[in-house]
């Protein structure tokens, strides 16, 4: 929902206790200066405005959407996103279920091959941005993330750019298998989540019926 750059710092009674005593040298993030600022309103230096709208707006989106609707559909994009990659005939990085991740799906390349150039040619060349393998897994995976203001439609977006850059290096998957898999999960979600609509409009209007009063017969 919000763009990367603002941080929301938390500290303890303690935490502040520790800071006056502390010898560390530090200027942006005194929480001395913050506190002294922050209690007339004010910041001790220049805010990054936008930012702190967009914070405000973004905690708006997510309580008009709802937290708990906010955990579903992430859960269902990532489901969309796992199926493509079972369809590719890949791997995530998490390799049993209790590890997968509902923000962000990382997904090994085949060995002889390098993730980093699978992302360089999906934004070369697609103007697609992945995420890279860190650390110890640099070059062995890229990443999709699914997390945030994002619907279906965007991540199919996301989904063929890398099948297509994973084609361009050479790496073997089927140029619409991994879209088609992750169409097949949110169209059965969607079908599943109308029919249990309908289940429940039904039921309503049966109950409806049993509690409405019975008109008097007509004499």
């Not at 990085?93 to 091959?113: L, Q």
């Not at 203001?149 to 989904?159: P, R, W």
Request: glycine content about 10%; aromatic content about 6%; charged content about 25%.
């Amino acid at each position: 929902m919000l763009p990367a750059g603002l941080g929301i710092v938390c500290a303890s009674q303690k935490a502040l206790a520790a800071m006056k005593d502390a010898k560390c040298r530090r200027a942006y993030f005194e929480f001395g200066d913050h506190m002294k600022a922050n209690a007339t309103g004010y910041f001790p230096y220049t805010p990054v405005l936008p930012l702190l709208h967009a914070l405000r707006e973004s905690l708006a989106m997510l309580e008009e959407e709802g937290l708990e609707y906010v955990f579903a559909r992430h859960r269902h994009l990532a489901n969309g996103t796992r199926a493509a990659v079972e369809a590719w005939g890949l791997k995530l990085c998490a390799k049993e279920p209790k590890w997968h991740s509902d923000t962000v799906s990382a997904i090994m390349v085949p060995r002889g091959f390098n993730g980093a150039e699978v992302i360089d040619r999906a934004y070369r060349r697609y103007n697609l941005a992945l995420g890279a393998g860190l650390s110890q897994m640099a070059g062995k995976l890229f990443r999709i993330g699914h997390l945030g203001d994002l619907n279906e439609l965007m991540l199919l977006g996301a989904i063929s750019g890398a099948e297509m850059a994973m084609n361009d290096i050479g790496i073997e998957v089927e140029l619409g298998s991994g879209v088609a898999a992750a169409q097949a999960e949110f169209r059965g979600a969607a079908i599943a989540r109308e029919a249990a609509e309908g289940r429940r409009r039904i039921g309503g209007a049966r109950d409806e019926a049993r509690c409405a009063p019975v008109p008097p017969a007509e004499l």
